[in-house]
């Protein structure tokens, strides 16, 4: 048996499930050592100090970046293994057709042989861990065995991990069981199975954030999405934001967008100077819970404290609160740096440096055709580092929405803002979803695929029992929220974008605040209901009027061959496929001439 650490004191550990699966999976792995992580300053101290020692950490310049730290990943492990990413549950069929399956026997059988020794001559880390503010009802305990000091380091910031979580979990035996080892990195022993029914993850051979960080889309979107299914509440790939407006009131929505679609910007947006005296919150910026509470409102918490965000793109201009994030107590992810020991990526404010050592610790010169940083590096930082950060965040109820929002990337077809007539008509809007596909996802860039409410690789069972189950939410509630969809990459004839994003969006966030409230009209189409023209507020806003108009566009031509261009997506779900959602289709279908 491998040497025990114990920084958590042993009357935590008396949980009898816990230290029986810890060590019955010790003895597979078979670590020199195993620490308990206790989630402590002191111990992520002495962490640090040994991820530099052994190279997994760069230290950064501490008068530029305080306390932060750059790490490269493998080149061949940079982003979600889509392809070898499995659901394991027991019948074929509840895994669906947008996610790869296998059987629980033959994963667990081939995993265990790679799992069996993985560890010999590492530290295996436990980290306990609680998604979700604390003492929620709403939150979920889990434990991930890792080999990676790196994840550690990273669980402390993505999570509350350690005692309080021992804590919360007591002598239960309901807790996520994860189990990660990066192996050698080679993409052919990589597999990340997640076990619906038996509320497990195994990932093998994979550093990468959302392959290795067990609590983030494995537990808290995979299986989680099971979870909700079965117990009557969503687990969502949303941010939560919070409106406040200059008399003190708060409307908070929650809006899915695709990975690197700007979602991270919008949950940190700051308004433009024609909105003072408003205030913009960040509940969370990439995962939501939501549940009915008593009230018939839908409510969310975000399950996550921290952020995990794709770095090239961010700047002043387009996130400035993500900026001032990761200005301290930053880990930095396949970045470049700069020969004083900065941080650098492309769409960073200024011109790149002459000199940088790029992503993979290579020298780069400026004008080079290579990327400096990888095109899905990311930052790792607690929520507490945004001035954004909502007062919320740790609230156990969450907060109340008021508008679900959908954003694919389109450069065409889908307006800027539209809003859904009805419940069952923004299910439709959020299921078709379509979206350009972008470096998060690994494969060919700019593919356009239907990734319904921005879940496809997320969603833990049957894609066609998901959207009936988002269908069947409506039951539940007294007050649905409004849905809409919009979209901030719609572009010209000539390629270029038709409406400038960033902060401005916050213009198309005032009119969804409106129509929430009912102090506003719209226009009807046979789409949805859209502003009617000039509505939207451009005060101070650089931009021809024809250029919104353009963005605003429904089309019927290009919105039928997007309807028709559904049927092979609503074919794949055979059974499963809601009637209601066909009855959408069909009604649009008729409407577009």
């Known amino acids: 048996m491998a040497n025990r650490e114990a920084p958590v004191s042993e009357s935590k550990l008396q949980n009898p499930h816990l230290t029986s699966w810890v060590d019955e999976l010790a003895r597979l792995c078979k670590p020199d050592r195993v620490h308990w992580c206790d989630g402590s300053e002191g111990e992520r101290q002495r962490l640090t100090a040994l991820a530099v020692s052994s190279g997994v950490l760069l230290p950064l310049d501490p008068a530029q970046y305080p306390n932060s730290f750059l790490h490269r990943s493998n080149p061949n492990d940079v982003a979600r293994s889509e392809q070898l ?123 990468y954030g959302g392959n290795a960080l067990l609590g983030k889309k494995c537990l808290a979107l995979r299986i989680a999405s099971y979870l909700g299914r079965r117990e009557g509440w969503l687990a969502e790939h949303m941010l939560i934001l919070g409106a406040e407006d200059p008399e003190g009131r708060t409307t908070y929505v929650a809006a899915a967008f695709p990975s690197a679609c700007g979602k991270t910007n919008f949950a940190m947006m700051v308004p433009p100077a024609r909105f003072k005296g408003w205030k913009l919150w960040t509940v969370g910026d990439d995962i939501a819970w939501l549940h009915v509470r008593p009230d018939g409102k839908l409510w969310a918490v975000n399950p996550e404290r921290g952020y995990f ?80 950060c909502s007062p919320h965040l740790d609230d156990p109820h969450g907060v109340p929405i008021s508008a679900l929002i959908f954003g694919g990337r389109r450069s065409s077809t889908v307006p800027l803002v539209l809003q859904s007539f009805n419940w069952a008509h923004g299910v439709f809007l959020g299921a078709t979803m379509a979206s350009e596909t972008t470096a998060a996802a690994g494969g ?148 577009a001439r």
């Not at 998604?131 to 889990?142: D, I, L, R, T, W």
């Not at 979580?165 to 080679?186: I, K, M, Q, R, V």
């Not at 996130?319 to 492309?346: I, R």
Request: hydrophobic share 40%; with cysteine; net charge negative.
């Open 444 to 591: 060919k860039l700019g593919e356009l695929r239907r990734d319904p409410m921005a879940m496809r690789p997320f969603c833990g069972y049957n894609v066609g029992d998901y959207m009936q189950h988002w269908l069947d939410m409506q039951r539940r509630m007294v007050a649905p929220p409004k849905i809409f969809q919009v979209n901030w990459f719609r572009r010209d004839k000539e390629g270029a974008l038709l409406w400038p994003g960033y902060g401005e969006n916050m213009r198309v966030l005032k009119w969804i605040i409106d129509r929430v409230a009912g102090t506003l009209n719209a226009r009807e189409t046979p789409f949805g209901w859209v502003p009617h023209p000039g509505q939207l507020d451009l005060t101070g806003l650089d931009i021809a009027p024809e250029r919104v108009e353009q963005a605003m566009a429904v089309r019927d031509d290009e919105l039928r061959a997007d309807l028709e261009s559904l049927a092979p997506f609503f074919a794949d779900l055979g059974d499963r496929l809601p009637e209601a959602l066909s009855f959408q289709r069909h009604l649009l279908l008729s409407r």
């Open 309 to 388: 965000g794709v770095a090239p793109g961010t700047s002043l201009k387009s996130n400035p609160n993500a900026m001032k994030s990761v200005s301290h107590d930053a880990l930095f992810t396949n970045v470049a740096m700069t020969k004083e020991g900065g941080v650098w990526w492309e769409g960073m404010d200024g011109d790149p440096p002459d000199e940088l050592i790029d992503w993979q610790g290579r020298p780069w010169k400026k004008g080079s055709p290579e990327k400096a940083a990888q095109p899905n590096s990311r930052f790792t930082v607690a929520a507490s580092n945004n001035p954004a």
């Open 85 to 207: 990413t499995f659901i394991c549950s027991k019948n074929q069929a509840d895994a669906g057709p947008t996610n790869n399956w296998m059987s629980p026997a033959e994963a667990y059988a081939k995993l265990g042989k790679l799992f069996d020794g993985s560890m010999r001559g590492r530290t295996l880390y436990v980290i306990p861990y609680v998604m979700g503010p604390p003492g929620s009802e709403f939150a979920k305990v889990g434990v991930e065995l890792t080999d990676s000091v790196y994840v550690a380091l990273s669980m402390r910031l993505m999570t509350r991990m350690g005692s309080e979580a021992l804590e919360a979990l007591g002598s239960s035996a309901d807790f996520n069981h994860g189990l990660h080892c990066t192996g050698d990195l080679s993409p052919e022993r990589r597999f990340i199975c997640h076990f619906p029914e038996d509320n497990a993850v195994w990932s093998f051979g994979s550093g």
